[in-house]
């Protein structure tokens, strides 16, 4: 056989042609497809708990910000922009926590991928900026560097429900295939939702004091829910340490209003709340207002809300001599 026959040639250079644009659309894709999974990204791990329960095995999810790490302070990586790229759908909060999400989404292939803000469904609530007199005056300058309202949404369990239908639509319209497996999933959740905002309004109920001072203003959706009071935040600006002075009057003000805690964040330096708390008498709390995979008593947003209650009602449950 002649191997130099025109003919055979140039076919033989079409099937080569032709296995290299299958491999090119096969790789190029969104989805792989011996994986048949819908890409969702997230950049916080309450939102990765949710499109993980609504999804059930039909997502791939991609939380950007690591374990421990503030949503406030944190630079992304490459990884997070590969990530990105082959997102379908991206799920965020908003409104200064995790703006820096969104350079990244100008680049990549140029696709518009679907993004969801979590802040764009629900009724927002004004930042507690300090809750001190004439510093509270002062500090709206300062408005602009973390926005007007409170970003921490998801702290209000029924804005989590409120997110889990909307995951519900987003998905069910990328996989129609699978519509009715996400709404059966989503149906589920938010039944376990409704159970744990009933287990917060049947704990608080019975708290006997029921203000307390923030490590910054995280805790406003959670308070306006349940009947609990922010009367003030240690840093007006996360990442940004109070003045001694501001520090003073804020002691000031715990030890004259019968405040029940202070409270303070994993993500951040605890150094701040525990003077606030020394030196004012008031016992101080961790709650964790994101949750950490790493920890199985935090790892889903349930556990994490539950395990915040606990601490809580530790504190404010029970009235102090």
Sequence with gaps: ??????????AIKLLVMLSIILLFVSCGGKKHP?????????????????????????????????PGASPHTYFPTPDDSLALERAELVLCVGEGLDDWLFPMLKG???????????????????AVRSGIGEEQKAD?????????????????????????QEVCRRLSEL????????EENAEQYIGELRKLDNEFVDATEKFANKKFVAFHSSMTYLAKRYGLSQEAVIEVSPG????????????????ENDIGAVLAEPQFNFQLAKTVSSESGIPLVIVDPI??????????YIKNMQANLQELEGVLGEKRD
């Design 291 to 300: 949750g950490d995979p790493n920890n199985p008593q935090r790892d889903t």
């Design 240 to 255: 940004i340490e109070p003045d001694p002075h501001y520090l003073a009057d804020l002691i000031n003000l715990v030890k």
């Design 34 to 66: 011996m994986e048949d999974k819908v890409t969702v990204v997230v950049t916080i791990y309450p939102l990765y708990d949710v499109a993980r329960e609504v999804g059930g095995d039909k997502v791939q999810v991609t939380c950007l910000l690591p």
């Design 140 to 164: 709206e300058g300062n408005m602009n560097r973390e926005g007007k309202y409170d970003p921490h949404v998801w702290l209000d369990v029924g804005n989590m429900i409120v997110l889990a």
């Design 108 to 126: 990549g292939s140029g696709e518009e991928v679907p993004v969801v803000k979590m802040m764009d469904l629900v009724e927002l609530q004004p």
């Design 1 to 10: 056989m002649n191997s130099s026959n025109p003919k055979r040639v140039i």
């Design 175 to 182: 996989d129609e295939e699978h519509s009715a497996d996400y």
